[in-house]
């Protein structure tokens, strides 16, 4: 088999994964039957004769499965097909029945683990070919470190070749440069940040005297506001209520240690604010459009110290930044250019 002739088949199909096909280290098996497998150590080991076409397919589907780093993540006896499935997602059919979200009737864009579920589910038609464990071994062509590395600069690849790589593609390498964060812990930060203002101002007043005393006079005393939070949330029928539940015990839980908090439900109109102890009093109210100017509008005139708005994301917003901080909860984010810049983001997982 002509590895080379393969491999330049390969980069000319897929130029965002030169480097990790020319990383391959190939390994001939002169008396094995005819196919291409690859080890967890970056071997590919190549017996008989193929098209340099069909080996070339085979080469990119194996990087598939070791960039994914696939091997760490396998579990079950179906894993093979789920894996297979996630990769050749974003291959082109191969000249042989091969297993992939469309040839197993099932949804494309999943995860391996997804499919692994789901492959319990269905019956798999016989004739699929699945990708099995190379019956060889090789020795380890890189380090753990150099194999970070290798992962970092193909994922730089494939976000510099945007516009040719598929879908699956470009979310590994967004989540191999720009990790997602705990939404967790980024929102408990943005809203303490967002507080930090108001619970560090202190003023003198007369409500409270002073515990000092002067004869005839009557003393200030220094006292700290209760901070004002205003929580806008996105009731159109486009959001699950089980979601917004969700987001606003997170913001419960953050707002506890002590805040005054208005809860404006907006869908089309913005609807009367609800003063409330805890996320559990609330009342979702709405179910129609959306127009989240008008739930921002209703904050702002409660001059609040920090504005969360839960939503997701399919609405018009304001043209210009409100007088006071906003942290936006995006509840199954669309197209992050749906968000106005002027506003602090946290993408919540569904």
Same mark, same amino acid.
């Given at each position: 088999?002509?590895?080379?002739?393969? *491999?330049?088949?390969?980069?000319?199909?897929?130029?965002?994964?030169?480097?990790?096909?020319?990383?391959?280290?190939?390994?001939?098996?002169?008396?094995?039957? /005819? &196919?291409?497998?690859?080890?967890?150590?970056?071997?590919?080991?190549?017996?008989?004769?193929?098209?340099?076409?069909?080996?070339?397919?085979?080469?990119?589907?194996?990087?598939?499965?070791?960039?994914?780093?696939?091997?760490?993540?396998?579990?079950?006896?179906?894993?093979?097909?789920?894996?297979?499935?996630?990769?050749?997602?974003?291959?082109?059919?191969?000249?042989?029945?091969?297993?992939?979200?469309?040839?197993?009737?099932?949804?494309?864009? !999943? !995860? =391996?683990?997804?499919? !692994?579920?789901?492959?319990?589910?269905?019956?798999?038609?016989?004739?699929?070919?699945?990708?099995?464990?190379?019956?060889?071994? &090789? /020795?380890?062509?890189?380090?753990?470190?150099?194999?970070?590395?290798?992962?970092?600069?193909?994922?730089?690849?494939?976000?510099?070749?945007?516009?040719?790589?598929?879908?699956?593609?470009?979310?590994?390498?967004?989540?191999?440069?720009?990790?997602?964060?705990?939404?967790?812990?980024?929102? =408990?930060?943005?809203?303490?940040?967002?507080? &930090?203002? @108001?619970?560090? *101002?202190?003023?003198?007043?007369?409500?409270?005297?002073?515990? *000092?005393?002067?004869?005839?006079?009557?003393?200030?005393?220094?006292?700290?506001?209760?901070?004002?939070?205003?929580?806008?949330?996105?009731?159109?029928?486009?959001?699950?209520?089980? =979601?917004?539940?969700?987001?606003?015990?997170?913001?419960?839980?953050?707002?506890?240690?002590?805040?005054?908090?208005?809860?404006?439900?907006?869908?089309? @109109?913005?609807?009367?604010?609800? *003063?409330?102890?805890?996320?559990?009093?609330?009342?979702?109210?709405?179910? &129609?459009?959306?127009?989240?100017?008008?739930?921002?509008?209703?904050?702002?005139? !409660?001059?609040?110290?920090?504005?969360?708005?839960?939503?997701?994301?399919?609405?018009?917003?304001?043209?210009?930044?409100?007088?006071?901080?906003?942290?936006?909860?995006?509840?199954?984010? /669309?197209?992050? @250019?749906?968000? /106005?810049?002027?506003?602090?983001?946290?993408?919540?997982?569904?």
């Amino acid at each position: 088999m002509n590895v080379a002739a393969a *491999r330049l088949w390969a980069v000319t199909q897929a130029p965002y994964l030169a480097s990790a096909l020319f990383a391959l280290r190939p390994i001939e098996h002169p008396d094995g039957p /005819p &196919g291409v497998s690859a080890d967890a150590d970056w071997n590919v080991h190549v017996s008989g004769d193929l098209p340099a076409e069909e080996a070339g397919w085979w080469l990119i589907h194996h990087v598939g499965h070791l960039l994914r780093d696939h091997p760490a993540r396998a579990r079950g006896e179906s894993w093979p097909l789920a894996s297979d499935a996630e990769v050749n997602d974003d291959l082109p059919p191969p000249p042989f029945p091969a297993v992939s979200p469309d040839t197993l009737g099932l949804p494309p864009g !999943l !995860l =391996a683990e997804r499919y !692994l579920e789901l492959v319990g589910l269905i019956d798999v038609p016989p004739e699929l070919v699945a990708c099995s464990a190379p019956p060889y071994t &090789g /020795p380890a062509v890189m380090t753990d470190v150099e194999r970070s590395l290798l992962v970092r600069a193909v994922a730089a690849d494939i976000d510099a070749h945007r516009g040719a790589a598929p879908g699956g593609w470009r979310r590994w390498a967004e989540e191999v440069l720009r990790p997602a964060v705990d939404w967790r812990a980024l929102l =408990a930060t943005l809203v303490r940040h967002g507080l &930090g203002r @108001a619970t560090g *101002r202190v003023d003198y007043s007369y409500a409270r005297p002073s515990r *000092r005393s002067v004869p005839s006079v009557v003393l200030p005393s220094l006292v700290r506001p209760v901070p004002r939070v205003a929580v806008v949330v996105d009731t159109s029928g486009s959001v699950r209520e089980e =979601a917004l539940r969700r987001v606003l015990g997170e913001v419960d839980g953050v707002l506890r240690a002590g805040a005054q908090v208005d809860v404006i439900c907006c869908d089309a @109109a913005a609807h009367p604010p609800q *003063r409330v102890r805890r996320a559990q009093e609330v009342t979702l109210v709405g179910g &129609g459009g959306t127009d989240l100017r008008e739930g921002l509008k209703a904050a702002g005139a !409660l001059h609040p110290d920090l504005t969360v708005v839960l939503t997701d994301g399919d609405t018009p917003w304001p043209a210009t930044r409100p007088r006071h901080p906003v942290v936006i909860c995006l509840i199954t984010p /669309p197209d992050p @250019a749906a968000v /106005p810049a002027w506003a602090h983001v946290v993408r919540v997982e569904s």
